[in-house]
Structures are given as C-alpha cells and as structure tokens.
C-alpha cells in the first residue's frame, strides 16, 4: 500500500501537470476555432492547431519536464545550492505560460489584421493561465507542509515571515536612566538597584516595592497579550490559525495586481489595439516573480523591478488613452510600493535621513 508521502508526491505532481497542459490546450482550441472561423469553415486549419498543441505538450513534457523532475526528486544533490529561485516554477512560466501570451497576442494581430473582432480571449483560458500560476505557487509554496493533523509550531513559527517572540524584557526608559545618574552621583547606592537579566524588569524604580508592582503589571499585562487563557472559551474559533490556509490566501493577494493587469488586457477596446503587446509582455514579466522563492531578500526588488514600476507607468498610459478601463486603486498601489521601495531602500541610507532628531 501506498504511503502518505508517495501519495501527497503523486498528488502534486499530477496537479502541476495539469496545470502545465490545460491551458495549452485551452488556449490552443480557441485560436483552431479562430482560425476556422477566418479561413471559412475548413476543418483542416481547426485540427491542424489541435495537433500542433498535442505535438507541443508531449514534447515538452519528454524532453523537458520528465527530467527536470527526475532531477529534482531522485537526484537531490545536482540541485542542493539552488536556494534562490524554483526550477519548477521558471520550467513552467517558460513552457506554459510563455506560449499562452503569445498565442493571445498573435490571435489579436491575426484579426486586427483581417478587421475581424470575433474572439477577444476574454474569461475560461486567460483566468485558467493566471490561475495555473496560483497553482503551482501553492503548490510549490505548500509541499513541505504536512495535509492532515494540525500544523507543526515550527512551521507556524519559522515558515512564515515574521518576527518571534522568545522573551519579554523591560526596556529602561529616560527617566530610569536618570535615577541611575542620580545613584552614581551619590543620592542613592548603586547596590539598591536590582540586577537586570534576561526576561526580567531592568532597573527602572528605586524603590523594590515599586519594582515588584511594575514587573507583576508587566507580567500580567503579557500575560493578557501572550495566553490563551486570557480570553473567552467562545471566542477561541476567532483566535484559531493555520499558516497552510493562510498559505493559499497569501498566493491569491501576491497574484491579485497581475490578475486586474490581465482583465484590463480582455477589454476590447484594448485587446484590439496595440495595447495588447505591452500589457502581455509585462504581465509576462510579472509572472517571473513566481521563479524566485517565497520570502526570498530579492523579492521585493524583482517586484518592483517587473510588477509594479512597470503597471505603474502603464496604467498612466491606459488611463490617458482609454479613461477608466482600471481602477485608480491599483494605480495608487503600484505608487505606494514604488514610493516606499525606494524611500527606504535608498534614500534612506543619504546622511540627511540618517538624522534621528527629523522624524
């Protein structure tokens, strides 16, 4: 009998060959009916674009996506030092995800240029490509991961970003900087002030029994902050987390401003103009941030590098020419995030931010 794990492995990938080969196929049928339909009703053109995409996906799958995966589950070691991007994920967006943009733009060029406007790609295969992405993010994201059973604290603690708490230590403030001036200067004995040690209050009062009612606050105060037994039995479900299902929300969120990108591509004001060609290229290149891995230090630059200085500049152009075709918050969202990156990344390192007494 199969074991969990081989069954959790067969699972995974058999979803990610579905996702790579679906919306081949997908896309590939719409552009046979489109080419029916231009050629007059020949079947030849309609079954020659089928075969064209059955020949493509077995193929790639032989030459490329067989061994890539025999590399990566049998000999383990060939890709030990990868630790910056995903094999997988850039084999997929080259092989799938490639070929779909291109077939959706040579669709456009093909009925621009025979003043034809019968198919715009809109919905079932550009949703299934964006889609296909999310999916192999998931995946990809969800594979260390156990299925069954509650999730580990180590994968709730170290998987997901986010600092961790290991212990609560009194931060002296100014004022108990000041009464500790005031001992060394002979108003009080240094040898009152207690020992400051690691989880406990600092020396801050002069008085021990201010100390003992200071720290029993601060460890009440945790404790309300910290404890489970702190709140209501009812309200339990409220506080209850898993970063698995917080896993396929987050993949959702990452691919939401290609996914609005992709929409605005279907609309046919811009699907038949010469609109299509940037907004494809670029959500392309937005689709590369799936190669780098989750949590990676060069995520942030190669999202702002592909995804949002890129739309940004873009949405300007479309809201120019065509008016409201995309909502200005996803504008507004691309501005923030340029703003912010290179505030912080750069500006701030100037000797004019570095001052403390300006903000």
Not at 30 to 38: K, N, P, Q, Y
Not at 55 to 62: C, E, H, K, P, R
Not at 157 to 168: A, C, K, N, Q, S
Request: hydrophobic share 50%.
């Amino acid at each position: 009998m199969l074991s969990g794990k081989t069954i959790k492995l067969i699972l995974y990938e058999v979803l990610q060959f579905a996702a790579l080969s679906v919306p081949l196929f997908v896309v590939m049928e719409r552009f046979a009916s489109l080419m029916f339909h231009i050629r007059g009703g020949d079947q030849t053109a309609y079954w020659l674009a089928v075969a064209a995409s059955i020949a493509y996906v077995t193929s790639v799958t032989l030459l490329v996506w067989v061994p890539l995966k025999y590399l990566i589950l049998k000999q383990r070691r060939f890709l030990m030092e990868i630790t910056l991007w995903r094999p997988t994920a850039l084999a997929f967006v080259i092989l799938s995800t490639l070929p779909c943009f291109a077939v959706v733009i040579a669709s456009s060029k093909v009925q621009v240029d025979r003043g034809l406007r019968y198919d715009h790609f809109t919905e079932l295969p550009i949703s299934l490509v964006v889609f296909s992405l999310i999916c192999v993010d998931i995946i990809e994201k969800i594979r260390p991961c156990r299925l069954t059973g509650q999730a580990d604290s180590l994968e709730v603690d170290f998987d997901m970003p986010g600092p961790v708490l290991t212990h609560l230590e009194q931060v002296t403030t100014v004022s108990g900087h000041l009464y500790g001036d005031r001992g060394q200067n002979g108003s009080t004995t240094a040898a009152t002030q207690p020992e400051a040690r690691n989880g406990s209050a600092t020396g801050r009062w002069r008085d021990p029994d201010s100390l003992s009612i200071v720290s029993s606050r601060v460890a009440s105060s945790a404790a309300y902050l910290y404890s489970s037994s702190s709140r209501p039995r009812v309200l339990n479900v409220l506080w209850a987390r898993d970063p698995r299902s917080e896993l396929l929300v987050d993949s959702f969120l990452f691919w939401l401003d290609t996914v609005e990108m992709v929409r605005v591509a279907s609309v046919p004001a811009v699907y038949y103009s010469g609109w299509v060609f940037p907004i494809y290229i670029l959500t392309y290149l937005s689709a590369l941030r799936l190669v780098v891995t989750p949590y990676s230090p060069a995520l942030a630059c190669v999202g702002f590098a592909a995804q949002d200085f890129p739309f940004l500049v873009l949405r300007l152009c479309l809201l120019v020419v065509f008016g409201y075709v995309t909502p200005v918050l996803y504008l507004m969202k691309n501005l923030l995030v340029c703003l912010t990156f290179v505030y912080f990344t750069f500006l701030t390192k100037l000797r004019i931010f570095r001052s403390r007494s300006m903000f």
